[in-house]
């Protein structure tokens, strides 16, 4: 295997176990680019507990492409390290119940990290769910490509 190889499926998220050699070697799989196939993911404020000083129930900032981050409002970094570890599988097409953050409607569920019974902060829960189904597409420029300014 080529070194272009090795670092493209290293960096790309996607290895498991050959069926046919020996599990200690890892094969790894080259995936399209993030962009071409992620999912705008929606992270909405549905409780909070205690006083949270930022978001407010039905606040919520998004995911667009699998990476760029979208919000007209501040955004949290307790509740955004909630987010950062589910973001890129659940935007890829991951279940929840694979992650094994599945709600009572199925999608995932996560909390951010200010324990408020310590702190007098609030905790946060947010629904993760899928923006249409699908990636946004629409502010490309007419070839598709990211606008002038995104990139």
Do not use: W
């Given at each position: 295997?080529?070194?272009?190889?090795?670092?493209?499926?290293?960096?790309?998220?996607?290895?498991?176990?050959?069926?046919?050699?020996?599990?200690?070697?890892?094969?790894f799989?080259?995936?399209t680019?993030?962009?071409e196939?992620?999912?705008?993911?929606?992270?909405?404020?549905?409780?909070i507990?205690?006083?949270?000083?930022?978001?407010?129930?039905?606040?919520?900032?998004?995911?667009e492409?699998?990476?760029?981050?979208?919000?007209?409002?501040?955004?949290?970094?307790?509740?955004?390290?909630?987010?950062?570890?589910?973001?890129?599988?659940?935007?890829?097409?991951?279940?929840?119940?694979?992650?094994?953050?599945?709600?009572?409607?199925?999608?995932?569920?996560?909390?951010?990290?200010?324990?408020?019974?310590?702190?007098?902060?609030?905790?946060?829960?947010?629904?993760?769910?899928?923006?249409?189904?699908?990636?946004?597409?629409?502010?490309?420029?007419?070839?598709?490509?990211?606008?002038?300014?995104?990139?």
């Amino acid at each position: 295997m080529d070194c272009e190889s090795l670092i493209a499926g290293l960096v790309l998220r996607h290895f498991s176990f050959s069926q046919f050699q020996s599990p200690n070697v890892l094969t790894f799989k080259r995936v399209t680019p993030m962009s071409e196939q992620a999912y705008t993911l929606i992270a909405e404020v549905v409780d909070i507990q205690g006083h949270c000083p930022v978001y407010r129930v039905g606040d919520s900032f998004r995911i667009e492409e699998g990476y760029k981050l979208v919000s007209d409002r501040t955004v949290c970094l307790h509740a955004l390290q909630a987010v950062c570890p589910y973001y890129v599988p659940l935007s890829r097409g991951i279940s929840p119940a694979a992650l094994g953050l599945t709600g009572p409607d199925r999608t995932a569920y996560v909390e951010c990290l200010d324990p408020q019974r310590y702190t007098g902060g609030g905790t946060l829960t947010f629904r993760l769910s899928p923006c249409n189904g699908g990636p946004k597409t629409e502010d490309r420029a007419e070839d598709g490509r990211p606008r002038t300014e995104d990139r």
